[in-house]
Each structure stands twice: as structure tokens, then as C-alpha cells.
């Protein structure tokens, strides 16, 4: 199976563009308040909360906004998270890991709603336990996370386990 969750991380730019508008807007709201003698107003916490709250929603979508994909074809297992700015021209933000299905030992997924992520264990004879790595799946459709996920049982239920 494989998959990835390119064309639901398109919207990601225009979250930013809006967030980028909304931040400066607020500012230049916040200078013309200051800027005007005749009201004699004083800036409040309340005329500073819409920036805030505008870079804790760009700090999330930062965070969140990233193109996954799996791949399990062949005898290897493929993951990969990558920024989604640069992409074309670099890779940034990425977190990799390839590897033998016999190596999986096992893996966990949690799902909020608002945020998933995908931890896998992957067991080495060099290493004693588990090496563990984790991808953020958020912009992944669930018929895509469902299927990820019946996938990974499967290679867990026909591999050997690999006594390190």
C-alpha cells in the first residue's frame, strides 16, 4: 500500500497567507489607536490578544502541516514527514525511516481530531529495545489512516519477530 497526503496539505499556504493578514492588519490597528491624540486611549492585554492568539493558531498549523508518506510495498517500510513550503525545491523538516517489515516491532497511533501521530518501534541488533520514531499524520484522510493501520497489523502478523 501506498499512499500520501500531498493534495490535503495544499491549504496549508492559504492558512498562512490569512494568519500573515490578520497579524499585520491587527498591528496596524494597534498603531493607528496609539497614533490618535484625540481619544487618548490606552492599549489594553485586550488589543494585543487577536496577535496571540493569531501566532498560537500559525504555531499549530506550523507544527501540524506537513506531507506524510507511506509506503509498504515491496519487503521494506517507507515513512517519511516533510515540510510543505519548500518541497519542491528542498527538503526541510524531514524525519525518514526505512526498514526491513521484520524490524517492526511493533507501533502505536493516537488520534485526537485535531492532531494524529503515528510511533513506531523498530527493533536493531546493535541497539538493545526498541528505536522509536514518530510522524505527524494529522492531514491524512481516514480511510488512508484506517488502511495504514490495517497495513501495519498485517506486517506484524506475517513477519517473524527478530530476537535482538
Given at each position: 500500500?501506498?499512499?500520501?497526503?500531498?493534495?490535503?496539505?495544499?491549504?496549508?499556504?492559504?492558512?498562512?497567507?490569512?494568519?500573515?493578514?490578520?497579524?499585520?492588519?491587527?498591528?496596524?490597528?494597534?498603531?493607528?489607536?496609539?497614533?490618535?491624540?484625540?481619544?487618548?486611549?490606552?492599549?489594553?492585554?485586550?488589543?494585543?490578544?487577536?496577535?496571540?492568539?493569531?501566532l498560537l493558531i500559525?504555531?499549530?498549523?506550523?507544527?501540524?502541516?506537513?506531507?506524510?508518506?507511506?509506503?509498504?510495498?515491496?519487503?521494506?517500510?517507507?515513512?517519511?514527514?516533510?515540510?510543505?513550503?519548500?518541497?519542491k525545491f528542498m527538503?526541510?523538516?524531514?524525519?525518514?525511516?526505512?526498514?526491513?517489515?521484520?524490524?517492526?516491532?511493533?507501533?502505536?497511533?493516537?488520534?485526537?481530531?485535531?492532531?494524529?501521530?503515528?510511533?513506531?518501534?523498530?527493533?536493531?541488533?546493535?541497539?538493545?529495545?526498541?528505536?522509536?520514531?514518530?510522524?505527524?499524520?494529522?492531514?491524512?484522510?481516514?480511510?488512508?489512516?484506517?488502511?495504514?493501520?490495517?497495513?501495519?497489523?498485517?506486517?506484524?502478523?506475517?513477519?517473524?519477530?527478530?530476537?535482538?
Amino acid at each position: 500500500m501506498r499512499f500520501t497526503n500531498r493534495n490535503e496539505v495544499k491549504i496549508i499556504p492559504s492558512i498562512y497567507i490569512v494568519l500573515v493578514a490578520v497579524f499585520v492588519t491587527n498591528v496596524f490597528v494597534n498603531i493607528e489607536i496609539m497614533a490618535s491624540s484625540e481619544t487618548e486611549q490606552e492599549l489594553s492585554f485586550s488589543h494585543f490578544l487577536p496577535n496571540i492568539v493569531t501566532l498560537l493558531i500559525g504555531l499549530y498549523v506550523h507544527r501540524i502541516g506537513q506531507v506524510f508518506e507511506f509506503d509498504s510495498d515491496g519487503e521494506t517500510l517507507n515513512f517519511k514527514n516533510n515540510g510543505v513550503f519548500f518541497s519542491k525545491f528542498m527538503e526541510y523538516r524531514v524525519k525518514k525511516a526505512e526498514f526491513p517489515k521484520r524490524k517492526l516491532g511493533k507501533f502505536k497511533f493516537v488520534d485526537f481530531g485535531i492532531y494524529s501521530a503515528l510511533t513506531i518501534y523498530i527493533s536493531s541488533r546493535r541497539k538493545r529495545g526498541y528505536r522509536k520514531y514518530t510522524f505527524n499524520t494529522t492531514f491524512l484522510t481516514r480511510k488512508k489512516k484506517r488502511g495504514m493501520v490495517d497495513s501495519l497489523n498485517k506486517v506484524l502478523e506475517t513477519t517473524p519477530k527478530v530476537t535482538a
